[in-house]
């Protein structure tokens, strides 16, 4: 199987993902996009997965032109010798350039030379999501017959937040008693639940 993980926050999920079917008995081949590295190492899905993880499409030695030549082929040989895609996090611009046949990079260029199923789970802002471009390009790909996951929502920081610096920090810990701990910027407060 190869996972695909684009840029988005989302792409840490992605590691989870992969562990999951690793544990089903999957071997997985990941491959990640320049974008998918800003938010995530390659290190972690190497140390998951105990293979290299693709993060380009030509090899970064000059020197080696029997490695060059084998990289630039090689998106050939990752889309005939794995079964399944699976893109997780699948970016609105990810899915563009699926929809639209663009391949400027490995995971793209692997997309239009591989035959198997695709599945993707979409991950990105909810105007992002709604706007009639992603839904175009969702029904192109939902035409070739690709599965996707529905997107789960949850709340996103919005610009207003960023300059307020009322961002939370969503991560909480509970005590024994279901006391929940909520951390802001300015403040630490300790709310327990309602017991009726």
């Known amino acids: 199987m190869v996972l695909g993980v684009a840029g988005g926050i989302a792409a840490y999920k992605a590691a989870e993902l992969c562990r999951a079917l690793i544990q089903r008995g999957f ?3 990941v491959v990640m996009t320049a974008a998918a590295e800003q938010f995530i190492t390659p290190l972690t899905f190497a140390a998951l997965t105990g293979r290299k993880v ?3 499409l030509f090899s970064s030695s000059t020197s080696n032109s029997e490695a060059t030549l084998a990289s630039a082929v090689e998106h050939i040989g990752v889309a005939q010798d794995n079964e399944v895609l699976v893109v997780a996090p699948a970016t609105a611009d990810l899915l563009a350039k699926f929809a ?3 391949a ?3 995971l793209t260029t692997m997309y239009l030379a591989f035959t ?3 599945v993707l789970a979409p991950a990105m802002n909810t105007n992002m999501w ?3 471009a992603t839904q175009a390009n969702l029904a192109t790909l939902g035409a070739r017959g690709h599965s996707r996951t529905s997107p789960r929502s949850g709340r996103l920081p919005s610009r207003d937040d960023l300059r307020r610096g009322d961002v939370r920090e969503r991560a909480s810990t509970r005590g024994r008693r279901g006391a929940v701990v909520r951390r802001t910027r300015h403040q630490r407060r300790l709310a327990t639940p309602d017991r009726g």
Request: overall charge negative; glycine content about 16%.
């Open 130 to 132: 709604l706007h009639a």
């Open 100 to 102: 639209h046949g663009m």
């Open 27 to 29: 071997a997985v081949q």
């Open 54 to 56: 693709i993060t380009g």
């Open 116 to 118: 198997g199923p695709v």
């Open 104 to 106: 400027d990079d490995f």
